[in-house]
């Protein structure tokens, strides 16, 4: 992880409280994105696979991706410097498995967060610990207005 000036002398951070009091959507409430773990470092949640599914019963590709921006997002926000919000401007995702039931877990780490930009990947596993998909996530820093 890269710390820049305005990361680097930021008071410590109780992520789940921010998380709680926050919240992470209306979208990640309906999936059942569930908050395990928000730190400096990192972020981990949840996903069940039932109500997520395509068609052929395995986990729609969109719910990966929805997984990751919001942990992505959120971690973002988590970290970003007094008087910014993150916005998301750049998203991908690589499948490379398919979970088709339980819960998938999603591990966020950031790649760079600097002054006007955050990027983090999220690699996502399956219950048995196979890599289902990796999302990446590039956020810009904006000046929040009241």
Excluded: W
Aim: hydrophobic letters at 40%; aromatic letters at 4%; glycine letters at 12%.
């Amino acid at each position: 992880m890269t710390d820049s000036p305005a990361h680097a002398d930021a008071a410590p951070i109780d992520g789940l409280a921010y998380i709680r009091e926050r919240g992470m959507g209306a979208l990640a409430d309906r999936m059942g994105i569930e908050a395990i773990e928000f730190t400096r470092d990192r972020a981990v949640a949840t996903m069940p696979v039932a109500g997520n599914t395509q068609p052929i019963g395995l986990l729609h590709g969109g719910a990966y991706v929805v997984l990751g921006e919001s942990l992505g997002s959120m971690h973002a926000n988590l970290v970003a410097p007094e008087g910014y919000v993150a916005v998301g401007v750049d998203i991908n995702a690589t499948h490379t498995g398919s979970a088709t039931s339980g819960l998938v877990t999603g591990v966020c780490t950031p790649i760079k967060l600097g002054r006007s930009i955050a990027v983090h990947e999220i690699v996502i596993t399956d219950e048995h610990g196979s890599r289902c998909s990796t999302v990446r996530i590039t956020n810009f820093y904006k000046q929040q207005r009241d």
